[in-house]
């Protein structure tokens, strides 16, 4: 099997309503979808995540042509050299890694559904029969949070999300409403995204702890230098999730070695290919850590590549990251069932075993190329 021709196509999907944070005001989601053509005439789908400048990203998916079209997916390591130290992508590893991940996606894609197997067996095969996920609350007025809640809690999830780091008084009060309509039993966890300096954080977390009976607390301190984090988790009771600073394998695998958290979230988009991912997790479980799959927004190809590297990891955590409950739309034929619930099983067709709708690709690349992209800042810093 070879690779006769490498596209990609920026799409933009909207929220259901705004994601707001320390760090984020987005609308929406902005990400590349990969399709890659090969000689026996299947069709292999990736998603190329981001967080900003979607062209960059689709031009860096376009530069890897010379080194993907032509070659066998199953040589994806040996493609993922030749891209990273060939294409000169060592020097710009960031970038490299959210384009080479929708790339690298792609290529097990064909290659499951030529062995007719899915991507998860041909990691290992599946040490769970379900992964399940976060519900992402938002802010809002107290009745607001109190229905995302109570919807919440129809829906059977056991694991709740919060953004803070901006306004202690008011999230306070927030927390409160949340603890109060999630009962003493579902877990809740907090993402400051690195807000707060050490005595802050100490005194904070602190207080929340003893009101809220925090699940653990993502981000608190700023992870550069990392002694913060080691200082701060020394003081708390609460287990310390690292997000922030996994940008790289290097980096995954440092903090995986410094021990800095009980928990780190992040992503196969964020170490570049699929197989870094599975040997990070590898490596995590070794040292007793826990994984946390994390999203900054994709769509259904991203998260079920997600699915069926959580399916296979040994240190899976029970309330992993996903946006799927908030997306107006997706670019797949079925609903992931992620968007409705906390719970998805083995995904048992070939490949990532989920089928693109082509035409919502095309539909989502025109509302690109007319609306432009989902910043995360929003209308924050709009020009006046």
Avoid at 177 to 185: A, C, F, N, T
Avoid at 272 to 301: D, M, Y
């Amino acid at each position: 099997m070879k690779i006769t021709k490498l596209e990609a196509f920026p799409i933009s999907i909207k929220y259901t309503r705004k994601e707001t944070s320390a760090l984020i005001s987005r609308e929406g989601v902005s990400d590349v979808i990969v399709k890659l053509t090969a000689d026996n005439g299947l069709v292999g789908w990736g998603e190329a995540c981001m967080n900003s400048e979607t062209v960059g990203i689709q031009k860096a998916v376009e530069a890897a042509e010379p080194f993907v079209v032509g070659r066998n997916p199953w040589d994806s390591e040996a493609i993922a050299r030749d891209f990273f130290i060939g294409g000169g992508w060592q020097f710009q590893t960031m970038t490299g890694n959210f384009a080479f991940a929708g790339i690298d996606m792609a290529m097990w894609d064909l290659m499951g559904k030529q062995a007719g197997q899915p991507i998860y067996r041909m990691f290992g095969g599946a040490m769970r029969e379900v992964v399940r996920y976060f519900y992402y609350l938002h802010w809002g007025t107290p009745e607001d949070v109190a229905a995302q809640c109570d919807e919440g809690m129809r829906r059977r999830y056991d694991t709740y999300y919060f953004k803070v780091g901006v306004d202690t008084r008011r999230e306070e009060e927030l927390l409160g409403v949340i603890r109060d309509h999630i009962g003493p039993e579902s877990r809740l966890r907090i993402d400051p995204n690195q807000s707060w300096t050490v005595p802050q954080a100490v005194q904070i977390i602190t207080r929340w702890h003893k009101l809220f009976d925090l699940d653990f607390v993502e981000g608190p301190v700023p992870i550069e230098p990392i002694d913060l984090t080691l200082d701060l988790r020394r003081r708390i009771v609460p287990p310390i999730c690292v997000n922030e600073g996994m940008w790289r394998y290097s980096d995954a695998l440092r903090l995986i070695q410094a021990r800095a958290g009980d928990y780190l979230c992040f992503s196969p988009y964020w170490v570049g290919t699929l197989r870094r991912f599975s040997t990070a997790l590898q490596l995590a479980h070794h040292a007793g850590q826990i994984v946390c799959k994390h999203t900054h927004g994709e769509f259904g190809i991203a998260a079920a590549a997600g699915q069926h590297m959580m399916l296979t990891a040994p240190n899976a955590d029970i309330g992993n990251q996903q946006t799927a409950q908030m997306m107006a739309d997706d670019v797949l034929k079925t609903r992931i069932p992620i968007a409705d619930g906390p719970e998805w099983g083995r995904i048992e067709g070939p490949g990532l075993g989920v089928e693109v709708d082509e035409d919502k690709v095309r539909t989502y690349h025109e509302a690109f190329l007319r609306y432009g992209e989902f910043t995360p800042y929003g209308d924050r810093f709009s020009r006046r």
